[in-house]
């Protein structure tokens, strides 16, 4: 019985999160498309599937069995006044950071493109900043596009491997719709 109530909480959620998102994408039944037709559109090909696993394609990211993606080393032009913005990861996967990076981390922060430092060089994420002020490093591993779980999991990962007696979870503005989708 518990088992089909929730079964039936998750269709609703999810019935409701596929007409949010093709109403969100300019569906309507005036222009004659099915909701089915609209998703079409989005539907991925074999080669885009392909093409991630292999990592052949996506410049910003690559495939994680556990994760789904983490970003890769970059250059986008998406900074302030259309400035490039360089981003570079470290052999754990972390953002690279500059303050401090030869002495011992005893604080990770995990979340999502708030913590990973979307839009901002390296050296320029608020946990550099907050280095800086503490005169020791922060490992970054925060992810655009993780949702508040896929953070947790990251954070279950590493942990085990190279624990830090601090963390810093961050949870911002939108990152609980990520939990809806991934």
């Not at 032009?77 to 002495?103: I, M, P, T």
Request: hydrophobic letters at 35%.
């Amino acid at each position: 019985m518990k088992s089909s109530r929730s079964l039936y909480i998750l269709r609703l959620f999810t019935a409701i999160f596929l007409f949010s998102s093709i109403t969100c994408l300019g569906w309507s039944a005036e222009e004659g498309l099915s909701p089915r037709d609209v998703l079409k559109l989005y539907k991925y090909t074999k080669k885009d599937v392909d093409d991630w696993f292999s990592g052949d394609r996506y410049s910003f990211a690559k495939y994680d069995s556990e994760l789904g993606m983490l970003h890769r080393d970059r250059r986008y032009k998406e900074g302030v006044n259309d400035s490039y913005c360089v981003y570079s990861y470290d052999d754990q996967d972390a953002r690279r950071g500059f303050l401090y990076a030869d002495q011992p981390c005893r604080i990770h922060a995990y979340g999502s493109a708030f913590a990973g430092g979307e839009q901002v060089n390296d050296g320029e994420t608020w946990e550099e900043a907050l280095a800086a002020h503490l005169c020791e490093p922060i490992k970054n591993f925060g992810v655009g596009g993780f949702s508040t779980y896929t953070a947790y999991l990251r954070m279950k990962h590493v942990e085990p491997q190279d624990p830090a007696p601090y963390l810093i979870f961050n949870l911002a503005k939108g990152d609980h719709g990520f939990n809806l989708i991934g």
